[in-house]
Protein backbone atom coordinates (compact mmCIF):
# COMPACT_ATOMS: atom_id res chain seq x y z
CA UNK A 1 0.00 0.00 0.00
CA UNK A 2 2.94 2.40 0.99
CA UNK A 3 3.86 1.33 -2.36
CA UNK A 4 1.33 2.33 -4.20
CA UNK A 5 0.69 5.84 -2.61
CA UNK A 6 4.45 6.56 -3.33
CA UNK A 7 3.84 6.52 -7.06
CA UNK A 8 1.79 9.73 -7.51
CA UNK A 9 3.82 11.23 -5.10
CA UNK A 10 6.70 10.69 -7.16
CA UNK A 11 5.35 11.42 -10.20
CA UNK A 12 3.77 15.28 -8.90
CA UNK A 13 7.51 15.83 -7.81
CA UNK A 14 8.72 14.89 -11.02
CA UNK A 15 6.24 17.49 -12.51
CA UNK A 16 6.63 20.12 -10.73
CA UNK A 17 10.46 19.75 -11.22
CA UNK A 18 10.22 19.61 -14.91
CA UNK A 19 7.97 22.71 -14.81
CA UNK A 20 10.54 24.56 -12.69
CA UNK A 21 13.35 23.51 -14.95
CA UNK A 22 11.44 24.40 -17.83
CA UNK A 23 11.68 28.11 -16.20
CA UNK A 24 14.94 28.16 -14.73
CA UNK A 25 17.70 27.92 -17.72
CA UNK A 26 20.37 27.26 -14.54
CA UNK A 27 18.05 23.91 -14.06
CA UNK A 28 18.00 22.28 -17.29
CA UNK A 29 15.25 24.83 -19.03
CA UNK A 30 16.58 26.32 -22.49
CA UNK A 31 19.63 26.31 -23.45
CA UNK A 32 20.71 29.21 -26.17
CA UNK A 33 21.68 28.05 -29.87
CA UNK A 34 25.19 27.78 -30.12
CA UNK A 35 25.26 30.81 -32.10
CA UNK A 36 23.28 32.76 -29.91
CA UNK A 37 20.68 33.04 -33.30
CA UNK A 38 23.81 35.59 -34.13
CA UNK A 39 22.78 38.50 -31.33
CA UNK A 40 25.55 39.96 -29.16
CA UNK A 41 24.39 39.67 -25.67
CA UNK A 42 26.43 40.58 -22.44
CA UNK A 43 28.47 38.18 -20.72
CA UNK A 44 26.02 35.63 -19.27
CA UNK A 45 23.52 35.55 -21.81
CA UNK A 46 22.30 33.63 -24.55
CA UNK A 47 19.68 33.66 -26.93
CA UNK A 48 17.52 30.88 -28.39
CA UNK A 49 14.98 30.93 -31.61
CA UNK A 50 11.70 30.09 -30.65
CA UNK A 51 10.20 30.64 -33.78
CA UNK A 52 10.00 31.59 -37.07
CA UNK A 53 6.61 32.33 -38.24
CA UNK A 54 7.09 34.21 -41.46
CA UNK A 55 5.25 37.52 -41.10
CA UNK A 56 5.86 40.59 -39.80
CA UNK A 57 5.50 40.07 -35.81
CA UNK A 58 4.31 43.00 -33.47
CA UNK A 59 3.68 42.56 -29.91
CA UNK A 60 3.13 39.43 -28.11
CA UNK A 61 1.92 37.85 -25.05
CA UNK A 62 3.35 34.75 -23.04
CA UNK A 63 1.59 33.05 -20.80
CA UNK A 64 3.08 31.31 -17.79
CA UNK A 65 1.92 28.39 -19.66
CA UNK A 66 4.19 28.38 -22.36
CA UNK A 67 1.57 29.59 -24.75
CA UNK A 68 2.80 32.72 -26.96
CA UNK A 69 0.37 35.27 -28.25
CA UNK A 70 1.40 37.48 -31.48
CA UNK A 71 -0.01 40.48 -33.06
CA UNK A 72 0.51 40.92 -36.62
CA UNK A 73 0.77 43.81 -38.71
CA UNK A 74 -1.04 42.07 -41.48
CA UNK A 75 -2.93 39.31 -41.63
CA UNK A 76 -1.37 35.86 -42.69
CA UNK A 77 -4.05 33.14 -43.88
CA UNK A 78 -6.76 35.50 -42.29
CA UNK A 79 -5.35 35.99 -38.74
CA UNK A 80 -4.19 38.12 -37.13
CA UNK A 81 -2.92 36.51 -33.99
CA UNK A 82 -0.99 33.68 -34.39
CA UNK A 83 -1.30 31.07 -30.94
CA UNK A 84 2.10 28.84 -30.04
CA UNK A 85 3.23 26.53 -27.76
CA UNK A 86 6.45 26.10 -26.19
CA UNK A 87 8.19 23.37 -25.56
CA UNK A 88 10.30 22.02 -22.66
CA UNK A 89 13.69 22.95 -24.62
CA UNK A 90 11.71 26.58 -25.75
CA UNK A 91 10.84 25.95 -28.79
CA UNK A 92 7.71 26.73 -29.96
CA UNK A 93 5.01 25.40 -32.91
CA UNK A 94 2.41 27.64 -33.98
CA UNK A 95 -0.66 25.99 -32.92
CA UNK A 96 -3.36 28.24 -34.40
CA UNK A 97 -4.88 31.81 -35.24
CA UNK A 98 -7.54 33.87 -35.25
CA UNK A 99 -8.65 37.77 -35.08
CA UNK A 100 -8.96 38.47 -39.21
CA UNK A 101 -7.44 42.05 -38.94
CA UNK A 102 -3.81 43.40 -38.73
CA UNK A 103 -2.61 45.34 -36.06
CA UNK A 104 0.41 45.87 -33.28
CA UNK A 105 -1.23 46.22 -29.75
CA UNK A 106 -1.57 43.23 -27.66
CA UNK A 107 -2.11 43.02 -23.92
CA UNK A 108 -3.14 40.27 -20.88
CA UNK A 109 -4.29 40.95 -18.05
CA UNK A 110 -7.47 40.11 -15.43
CA UNK A 111 -8.74 37.00 -17.65
CA UNK A 112 -8.64 38.32 -20.65
CA UNK A 113 -6.35 38.84 -23.76
CA UNK A 114 -6.47 42.68 -25.39
CA UNK A 115 -5.51 42.77 -28.40
CA UNK A 116 -5.88 46.09 -31.10
CA UNK A 117 -6.39 46.85 -35.23
CA UNK A 118 -5.46 50.22 -36.67
CA UNK A 119 -9.51 51.11 -35.77
CA UNK A 120 -10.51 49.26 -32.69
CA UNK A 121 -9.54 47.72 -29.20
CA UNK A 122 -10.75 44.01 -28.66
CA UNK A 123 -10.52 41.52 -26.00
CA UNK A 124 -11.20 37.80 -25.94
CA UNK A 125 -12.11 35.78 -21.99
CA UNK A 126 -9.39 33.33 -21.34
CA UNK A 127 -9.51 30.08 -19.55
CA UNK A 128 -8.15 28.85 -16.43
CA UNK A 129 -5.14 28.12 -18.71
CA UNK A 130 -4.77 31.36 -20.11
CA UNK A 131 -6.30 30.00 -23.77
CA UNK A 132 -8.85 31.65 -25.54
CA UNK A 133 -12.21 30.18 -24.95
CA UNK A 134 -14.17 32.40 -27.77
CA UNK A 135 -11.78 33.09 -30.97
CA UNK A 136 -13.99 33.92 -33.06
CA UNK A 137 -16.24 36.26 -30.92
CA UNK A 138 -14.75 39.03 -29.11
CA UNK A 139 -16.21 41.76 -27.86
CA UNK A 140 -15.33 45.06 -29.24
CA UNK A 141 -14.11 47.89 -26.13
CA UNK A 142 -12.93 50.55 -28.18
CA UNK A 143 -14.13 51.64 -32.06
CA UNK A 144 -13.82 54.10 -34.71
CA UNK A 145 -10.16 55.23 -33.81
CA UNK A 146 -8.72 57.37 -36.22
CA UNK A 147 -6.63 55.86 -39.01
CA UNK A 148 -4.67 57.78 -41.71
CA UNK A 149 -1.54 56.11 -44.08
CA UNK A 150 1.06 56.89 -41.82
CA UNK A 151 1.60 56.00 -37.94
CA UNK A 152 -1.61 53.72 -37.74
CA UNK A 153 -0.93 51.26 -35.38
CA UNK A 154 -2.65 51.10 -31.90
CA UNK A 155 -0.37 50.01 -29.13
CA UNK A 156 -1.75 49.42 -25.85
CA UNK A 157 -1.78 49.22 -22.55
CA UNK A 158 -3.18 48.85 -18.68
CA UNK A 159 -2.60 50.30 -15.56
CA UNK A 160 -4.27 48.65 -12.00
CA UNK A 161 -7.27 50.66 -11.71
CA UNK A 162 -9.24 48.93 -14.96
CA UNK A 163 -8.30 51.64 -17.41
CA UNK A 164 -6.68 51.04 -21.05
CA UNK A 165 -4.01 53.34 -22.65
CA UNK A 166 -4.33 53.14 -26.57
CA UNK A 167 -1.82 55.21 -28.62
CA UNK A 168 -3.15 57.28 -31.69
CA UNK A 169 -0.17 57.83 -33.61
CA UNK A 170 -0.98 61.21 -36.08
CA UNK A 171 -1.01 61.02 -39.96
CA UNK A 172 1.24 63.60 -40.21
CA UNK A 173 5.11 64.22 -39.90
CA UNK A 174 4.69 67.70 -38.46
CA UNK A 175 1.40 69.18 -39.07
CA UNK A 176 2.10 70.83 -42.11
CA UNK A 177 -0.15 72.42 -45.03
CA UNK A 178 1.65 70.27 -47.41
CA UNK A 179 2.79 67.13 -45.17
CA UNK A 180 6.36 66.81 -45.92
CA UNK A 181 6.62 69.75 -48.26
CA UNK A 182 9.35 72.37 -49.01
CA UNK A 183 9.36 75.21 -46.62
CA UNK A 184 5.69 74.41 -45.74
CA UNK A 185 4.24 75.96 -42.74
CA UNK A 186 2.64 74.42 -39.70
CA UNK A 187 -1.02 74.28 -39.74
CA UNK A 188 -2.38 76.80 -36.92
CA UNK A 189 -2.99 75.22 -33.95
CA UNK A 190 -3.13 71.75 -35.30
CA UNK A 191 -6.44 70.84 -35.68
CA UNK A 192 -4.98 67.00 -35.65
CA UNK A 193 -4.34 66.76 -32.18
CA UNK A 194 -8.22 66.56 -31.51
CA UNK A 195 -8.14 62.90 -32.62
CA UNK A 196 -4.50 61.72 -32.32
CA UNK A 197 -1.02 62.83 -31.74
CA UNK A 198 -1.70 61.18 -27.90
CA UNK A 199 -2.74 58.68 -25.54
CA UNK A 200 -6.22 58.74 -24.87
CA UNK A 201 -7.70 56.86 -21.68
CA UNK A 202 -10.55 54.23 -21.78
CA UNK A 203 -12.27 51.72 -19.37
CA UNK A 204 -11.18 48.01 -19.79
CA UNK A 205 -14.41 46.82 -19.45
CA UNK A 206 -16.88 49.01 -21.19
CA UNK A 207 -18.28 47.92 -24.36
CA UNK A 208 -18.13 50.14 -28.55
CA UNK A 209 -16.63 53.26 -26.34
CA UNK A 210 -15.26 56.01 -29.17
CA UNK A 211 -13.88 59.46 -28.34
CA UNK A 212 -16.46 60.33 -26.95
CA UNK A 213 -16.18 58.11 -24.32
CA UNK A 214 -12.52 57.77 -23.54
CA UNK A 215 -10.34 60.88 -22.13
CA UNK A 216 -7.24 62.34 -24.18
CA UNK A 217 -5.03 61.37 -21.09
CA UNK A 218 -1.51 63.00 -23.10
CA UNK A 219 -1.25 65.08 -26.39
CA UNK A 220 2.05 66.53 -28.41
CA UNK A 221 2.84 62.81 -28.90
CA UNK A 222 3.25 62.36 -32.69
CA UNK A 223 3.50 58.27 -32.58
CA UNK A 224 3.96 56.20 -30.00
CA UNK A 225 4.52 52.75 -30.97
CA UNK A 226 6.28 51.00 -27.20
CA UNK A 227 4.71 51.51 -24.20
CA UNK A 228 4.23 50.34 -20.58
CA UNK A 229 3.20 50.98 -17.15
CA UNK A 230 5.87 51.13 -14.70
CA UNK A 231 4.65 49.09 -11.57
CA UNK A 232 7.32 50.63 -9.42
CA UNK A 233 5.74 54.08 -9.44
CA UNK A 234 2.61 53.27 -10.71
CA UNK A 235 2.72 55.47 -14.44
CA UNK A 236 2.49 55.23 -18.08
CA UNK A 237 6.18 55.41 -19.90
CA UNK A 238 6.09 56.00 -23.95
CA UNK A 239 8.40 56.03 -26.48
CA UNK A 240 7.85 58.80 -28.99
CA UNK A 241 8.77 58.31 -32.62
CA UNK A 242 10.57 61.93 -33.37
CA UNK A 243 9.79 63.82 -36.41
CA UNK A 244 11.59 63.92 -39.75
CA UNK A 245 12.72 65.56 -42.70
CA UNK A 246 14.00 68.42 -40.84
CA UNK A 247 16.49 69.05 -44.18
CA UNK A 248 14.17 68.19 -46.95
CA UNK A 249 11.92 70.73 -45.33
CA UNK A 250 14.21 73.51 -43.88
CA UNK A 251 17.37 73.16 -46.29
CA UNK A 252 18.61 76.47 -45.24
CA UNK A 253 18.35 75.52 -41.45
CA UNK A 254 19.40 72.00 -41.25
CA UNK A 255 21.76 69.64 -43.56
CA UNK A 256 22.18 66.32 -43.93
CA UNK A 257 23.81 65.49 -40.96
CA UNK A 258 21.84 67.67 -38.59
CA UNK A 259 18.81 66.11 -40.03
CA UNK A 260 19.82 62.59 -39.41
CA UNK A 261 20.86 63.84 -35.85
CA UNK A 262 17.67 65.47 -35.08
CA UNK A 263 15.28 65.05 -33.00
CA UNK A 264 15.93 62.62 -30.14
CA UNK A 265 13.85 59.87 -29.67
CA UNK A 266 12.46 60.39 -26.69
CA UNK A 267 11.25 58.12 -23.18
CA UNK A 268 8.52 60.28 -21.96
CA UNK A 269 6.74 59.44 -18.37
CA UNK A 270 3.30 60.62 -18.71
CA UNK A 271 0.98 62.09 -16.10
CA UNK A 272 -2.95 63.18 -16.63
CA UNK A 273 -2.89 66.17 -18.85
CA UNK A 274 0.54 66.32 -19.70
CA UNK A 275 1.70 67.84 -23.41
CA UNK A 276 4.84 66.81 -25.50
CA UNK A 277 4.73 69.74 -27.37
CA UNK A 278 4.37 68.12 -31.17
CA UNK A 279 4.35 69.40 -33.63
CA UNK A 280 5.25 72.87 -32.05
CA UNK A 281 8.54 71.60 -30.99
CA UNK A 282 10.99 69.00 -31.08
CA UNK A 283 13.55 67.38 -28.28
CA UNK A 284 17.45 68.56 -29.48
CA UNK A 285 18.93 65.56 -27.69
CA UNK A 286 22.34 67.59 -28.44
CA UNK A 287 21.62 70.63 -27.08
CA UNK A 288 19.58 68.92 -24.22
CA UNK A 289 16.95 71.73 -25.36
CA UNK A 290 13.27 72.04 -26.63
CA UNK A 291 13.13 73.84 -29.94
CA UNK A 292 10.76 75.35 -31.65
CA UNK A 293 10.14 73.28 -34.76
CA UNK A 294 10.49 75.26 -38.04
CA UNK A 295 7.07 75.01 -39.18
CA UNK A 296 5.94 77.33 -36.45
CA UNK A 297 9.16 79.85 -36.53
CA UNK A 298 11.46 78.17 -35.14
CA UNK A 299 15.42 78.27 -36.62
CA UNK A 300 17.18 75.29 -34.71
CA UNK A 301 17.94 77.86 -31.91
CA UNK A 302 14.79 79.44 -30.31
CA UNK A 303 13.69 77.05 -27.58
CA UNK A 304 10.34 76.39 -26.89
CA UNK A 305 7.90 77.14 -24.22
CA UNK A 306 8.65 75.25 -20.84
CA UNK A 307 5.39 74.44 -20.47
CA UNK A 308 5.83 71.21 -22.45
CA UNK A 309 6.90 68.18 -21.09
CA UNK A 310 10.48 67.43 -20.66
CA UNK A 311 11.92 63.86 -21.67
CA UNK A 312 13.08 61.56 -19.18
CA UNK A 313 16.13 60.04 -21.31
CA UNK A 314 16.67 61.18 -24.83
CA UNK A 315 18.14 58.24 -27.48
CA UNK A 316 20.03 59.04 -30.99
CA UNK A 317 17.59 60.08 -33.83
CA UNK A 318 15.32 58.37 -36.06
CA UNK A 319 16.07 54.47 -34.48
CA UNK A 320 12.85 53.79 -33.93
CA UNK A 321 11.55 52.42 -30.79
CA UNK A 322 8.34 49.91 -30.80
CA UNK A 323 9.04 48.19 -28.08
CA UNK A 324 9.38 49.04 -24.42
CA UNK A 325 9.26 46.63 -21.40
CA UNK A 326 10.00 47.44 -17.94
CA UNK A 327 11.87 44.18 -16.18
CA UNK A 328 10.60 42.89 -13.16
CA UNK A 329 11.59 39.23 -12.99
CA UNK A 330 14.14 37.48 -11.45
CA UNK A 331 16.55 35.57 -13.74
CA UNK A 332 18.74 38.53 -15.24
CA UNK A 333 21.17 40.01 -12.54
CA UNK A 334 20.27 43.09 -10.26
CA UNK A 335 21.29 45.02 -12.11
CA UNK A 336 18.06 44.80 -14.92
CA UNK A 337 15.57 44.99 -12.38
CA UNK A 338 12.87 47.57 -12.90
CA UNK A 339 14.79 48.72 -15.46
CA UNK A 340 13.86 49.40 -18.88
CA UNK A 341 14.08 47.21 -21.97
CA UNK A 342 13.39 49.11 -25.59
CA UNK A 343 13.31 48.06 -28.66
CA UNK A 344 14.55 49.98 -31.74
CA UNK A 345 12.81 48.69 -34.56
CA UNK A 346 16.01 50.68 -36.97
CA UNK A 347 16.39 53.73 -39.27
CA UNK A 348 15.56 54.60 -42.75
CA UNK A 349 15.75 58.36 -42.92
CA UNK A 350 18.88 59.28 -41.69
CA UNK A 351 21.15 58.87 -45.16
CA UNK A 352 23.79 60.16 -46.53
CA UNK A 353 24.96 59.28 -42.68
CA UNK A 354 24.67 55.54 -41.86
CA UNK A 355 21.10 54.29 -40.70
CA UNK A 356 21.60 53.30 -36.55
CA UNK A 357 19.28 51.04 -34.72
CA UNK A 358 17.97 47.31 -35.12
CA UNK A 359 19.14 46.61 -31.42
CA UNK A 360 17.32 46.13 -28.06
CA UNK A 361 18.92 49.13 -25.29
CA UNK A 362 18.79 48.56 -21.88
CA UNK A 363 18.03 52.00 -19.79
CA UNK A 364 18.68 51.42 -15.28
CA UNK A 365 15.91 52.71 -13.08
CA UNK A 366 16.14 53.47 -9.46
CA UNK A 367 12.80 54.03 -7.14
CA UNK A 368 11.07 54.74 -10.77
CA UNK A 369 13.30 57.19 -12.15
CA UNK A 370 15.99 56.80 -14.39
CA UNK A 371 19.33 56.43 -13.06
CA UNK A 372 22.77 56.31 -15.02
CA UNK A 373 23.34 55.95 -19.05
CA UNK A 374 21.55 53.90 -20.82
CA UNK A 375 23.15 50.76 -22.92
CA UNK A 376 22.93 48.73 -25.67
CA UNK A 377 21.58 45.26 -24.68
CA UNK A 378 21.02 42.96 -27.69
CA UNK A 379 22.86 43.99 -30.97
CA UNK A 380 23.57 42.33 -34.62
CA UNK A 381 20.04 41.94 -35.32
CA UNK A 382 20.54 43.46 -38.72
CA UNK A 383 23.38 40.87 -39.08
CA UNK A 384 26.07 43.22 -40.03
CA UNK A 385 27.15 46.73 -39.50
CA UNK A 386 27.23 46.98 -42.94
CA UNK A 387 23.87 45.86 -43.87
CA UNK A 388 22.89 48.17 -40.87
CA UNK A 389 24.23 51.03 -42.21
CA UNK A 390 22.64 50.62 -45.64
CA UNK A 391 19.32 49.82 -44.26
CA UNK A 392 19.14 46.22 -45.75
CA UNK A 393 18.96 44.39 -42.16
CA UNK A 394 18.27 40.76 -41.60
CA UNK A 395 15.75 41.41 -38.65
CA UNK A 396 14.24 44.67 -36.93
CA UNK A 397 13.77 43.74 -33.53
CA UNK A 398 9.81 45.05 -32.84
CA UNK A 399 7.75 43.44 -29.30
CA UNK A 400 9.30 42.78 -26.08
CA UNK A 401 7.98 40.20 -23.35
CA UNK A 402 8.89 39.21 -20.32
CA UNK A 403 8.54 35.18 -19.43
CA UNK A 404 7.15 33.81 -16.19
CA UNK A 405 10.72 32.58 -15.68
CA UNK A 406 12.37 36.19 -16.22
CA UNK A 407 13.06 35.13 -19.63
CA UNK A 408 12.90 38.14 -22.73
CA UNK A 409 11.29 37.28 -26.05
CA UNK A 410 11.85 40.04 -28.35
CA UNK A 411 9.90 39.79 -32.11
CA UNK A 412 10.84 40.25 -35.46
CA UNK A 413 8.48 42.42 -38.02
CA UNK A 414 10.59 41.86 -40.87
CA UNK A 415 11.09 37.74 -41.07
CA UNK A 416 8.77 36.74 -38.25
CA UNK A 417 11.76 35.64 -35.84
CA UNK A 418 11.00 35.16 -32.57
CA UNK A 419 13.84 35.62 -29.93
CA UNK A 420 13.99 34.37 -26.35
CA UNK A 421 17.37 35.53 -24.42
CA UNK A 422 17.67 33.78 -21.34
CA UNK A 423 20.49 34.46 -18.38
CA UNK A 424 22.58 31.62 -16.86
CA UNK A 425 23.79 31.95 -13.73
CA UNK A 426 27.25 31.33 -12.65
Not at 331 to 359: C, D, L, T, V
Amino acid sequence: MKKILLIPILLSALAFFTLFAFRDSSLGGPKPDADNVGLKLPEGFGALKVADIGAKARHLVVTPQGIIYVKLARVKEEKGIIVLKENSEGKAQVTGGFGNYGGTGIYMKDGYLYASSNKEVFRYKLNEKNEVIDPNNPETIVKGLKMGRQHETKSLVMDNDGNIYVNIGVPSNSCQEQDRGLRSPGIPGCPLLDSAAGIWQFKKDKLNQSYSEGVRYATGLRNVVGLDWNQQNNQLYVMQHGRDNLNSAWPELYNTKESAELPAECLYALKKGDNAGWPFMYYDGIQGKKIVAPEYGGNKKKEADPKYLDPVVAFPAHMAPNGLLFYTGKMFPEKYRNGAFIAFHGSWNRAPEPQKGFFVAFQPFKDGKPSGEWEIFADNFAGTPEKAAMNKADHRPCGLAQGADGSLYVTDDSKGTIYRIVYSKK
